[in-house]
């Protein structure tokens, strides 16, 4: 039996001796309620072709980033905006270990990919460092690409691509310095992806250094096209 499908067993059960409540409104019998997620901004046009970065010019399709330095990474698109339900379901999910929730979210991002295809053939979760992964118990870009997996039939490869180095948190980095934490913290352990088509799933976009840096690491290892979907965008 998939190791998503026990989770997901025994997550129902936990269910019925502890029902869940939305961590938006409250509402008893679901960790996300209909009515919050609508409430929730999603991410629309217009915005950057390449990066996903919102743009000020309607008339433009690229950033001024992007025109000035082509990224590796092809395309980032993201579900929501990085805020209510969706930032606290987040918080939650991975600073308070609910991972309960990591289902409907890994939910909201196959719809969206049902909805807005993105030409790939394999999905790659950004990687944590083992000694991250050994203090949260998991990886929330994992859970989710878990998720958008077995929803979408895509494969996904979670062990080629590695966090090889320690990062500091970006959290309070400007985006040079974000940029600066992450080069070269990744690399792939083989080129068993050579010649794929690699969809990266992580939780939050904020400048994009953490993407881009992997896709870097991908292109190195053989990758033919690097495109990443993610469940919220920092404004």
Known sequence: MALVTVQRLWRSTLDLLF???????????????????HQTARVEPPFCIRCG??????????????RAAPLKIERIRSVFTF?????????RLK???????????GRLMAEHWLTHPMQSDMIVPVPLHRERVRKRGFNQAR??????????????DDTTLVRHRATASQVGLDVEQRKANVQD?????????????????????????T??????????GG???VQALTLARAR
């Open 185 to 209: 913290a990744f690399r792939c352990t083989s080129r068993r992806l050579a010649n794929r088509q690699v969809l990266l799933i992580d939780d939050v976009c904020t400048s994009g250094s």
């Open 211 to 220: 993407l881009e840096a992997c896709a870097v690491a991908l292109r190195g």
């Open 143 to 156: 859970l989710l690409a878990g998720e958008l997996s077995e929803r979408t039939n895509l494969a996904m």
């Open 83 to 91: 805020e209510g339900v969706i930032r606290e379901a987040i918080h």
């Open 95 to 105: 600073y308070d270990g609910i991972t309960a929730l990591a289902p409907p979210l």
């Open 19 to 37: 029902p869940p409540r939305c961590v938006g409104c409250g509402e008893a019998g679901t960790w996300l309620c209909q009515r919050c997620i």
């Open 53 to 66: 970065r919102k743009l000020d010019d309607p008339a433009s399709t690229l950033c001024p980033q992007c």
């Open 223 to 225: 990758v033919d096209s």
